[in-house]
């Protein structure tokens, strides 16, 4: 088990500074492990990291491959996430109030239709309180239509 953690450790810290190109802490090994166990967490439950040795010592349901992956896929989707917000924060919070109010005047307008009715109906009350939260999902909600639309 140790032996997978310090190997885990260190695929997160590989995949963090070559593949993610984030020269990030390089703190002890333990922290990238820790850190790597919540997303196993995420994936497997609260004995993540017990589901997924005993996956790569067995070699079941895809053995320490599946695992690798499940954890660049959380790694990915969480540096994205953090990525999207960041942007988000730092455009929203350098616009004046009417600048803000012409953007989500702008958004409603070019993607309205592709919200739920509720947040456009009136004067957009919905919208305007819960406007950045919209951004961050906007990405998202994109992708899913993009793949419905593929099927």
Same mark, same amino acid.
């Given at each position: ?11 997160? !810290?590989?995949? @963090?500074?070559?593949?993610? $190109? ?6 002890? #090994?333990?922290?990238?492990?820790? $850190? ?5 967490? *995420? +994936? ?7 589901? #997924? &040795?005993?996956?790569? $010592? ?6 320490? /491959? +599946? =695992?690798?992956?499940?954890?660049? %896929?959380?790694? #990915? ?7 999207? %917000?960041? !942007? ?14 012409? =953007?989500?005047? @702008?958004?409603?307008? *070019? /993607? ?8 456009? @109906? ?7 309180? *819960? &406007?950045?939260? =919209?951004? +961050? +999902?906007?990405?998202?909600?994109? *992708? $899913?239509?993009? @793949?419905?639309?593929?099927?």
């Amino acid at each position: 088990m140790e032996a997978f953690k310090h190997f885990l450790s260190q695929f997160f !810290r590989h995949v @963090e500074n070559k593949v993610l $190109r984030i020269q990030a802490f390089q703190g002890h #090994a333990s922290y990238d492990g820790a $850190r790597c166990y919540n997303l196993l967490k *995420k +994936e497997y439950g609260s004995d993540g990291h017990k589901t #997924a &040795f005993e996956m790569a $010592r067995t070699g079941i349901q895809g053995g320490l /491959y +599946e =695992v690798l992956k499940k954890i660049a %896929s959380h790694m #990915a989707k969480d540096y994205a996430q953090n990525e999207i %917000s960041g !942007r988000i924060s730092h455009f929203w919070n350098a616009l004046s109030l009417n600048e803000k109010f012409a =953007v989500i005047n @702008e958004y409603a307008e *070019k /993607y309205g239709h592709l919200l739920p009715p509720d947040f456009t @109906e009136g004067s957009a009350v919905l919208l305007k309180m *819960k &406007f950045t939260k =919209v951004l +961050e +999902e906007h990405p998202h909600m994109i *992708k $899913r239509l993009r @793949e419905t639309s593929r099927v």
